[in-house]
């Protein structure tokens, strides 16, 4: 238990020290540096939400998705997953906070994307397509149907 704590405490240290330097070489350098700052941030917020701060995730999460909008929007083939990753975090978050529609939402939009880069590449990232198809509660689930996580993997699978 110690060891745990201690462990989340070194990388919330090791975070914060990153923005520290990622910010200002993002504000000089934004294509260089963007990519490390918002990743750093994504990583950040899924700390806080692990540690139930979830006022810190939110802005974490909020500012990671910011920026990977605009690098997804420039460069999709190469920000696209990136961009999906930190909408799925921000719907656990929402998810954690019962903002249900919003949980919806985030899901759809992560799914969307995984499920734009299978039809170019049926391979790449379908275990994510699949954890967002399939390990989101039913309840959350963007299509509102309610079917177990059998159906989910059905319809993966078929």
């Avoid at 000089?28 to 700390?47: C, E, F, I, K």
């Avoid at 696209?80 to 919003?102: F, H, I, W, Y």
């Avoid at 949980?103 to 170019?120: H, N, P, T, V």
Wanted: net charge neutral; aromatic share 6%; glycine share 6%.
């Amino acid at each position: 238990m110690d060891r745990d704590l201690g462990d989340k405490r070194k990388a919330r240290r090791h975070y914060e020290e990153a923005l520290k330097i990622y910010g200002p070489l993002a504000q000089q350098d934004p294509s260089g540096y963007h990519r490390y700052l918002a990743r750093t941030l994504n990583d950040l917020g899924v700390l806080d939400l692990r540690q139930t701060r979830r006022g810190e995730a939110r802005q974490n999460l909020e500012r990671a998705l910011t920026i990977r909008r605009q690098l997804a929007h420039e460069n999709p083939d190469a920000f696209q997953p990136d961009l999906a990753d930190t909408l799925n975090n921000l719907g656990d978050l929402d998810e954690a906070q019962k903002r249900v529609e919003a949980a919806r939402s985030d899901y759809q939009q992560a799914l969307d994307i995984y499920k734009g880069i299978s039809e170019r590449d049926p391979n790449k990232y379908a275990a994510e397509k699949a954890k967002v198809e399939c390990v989101r509660p039913a309840n959350t689930m963007a299509d509102g149907s309610g079917r177990s996580v059998i159906g989910y993997f059905d319809i993966l699978v078929a």
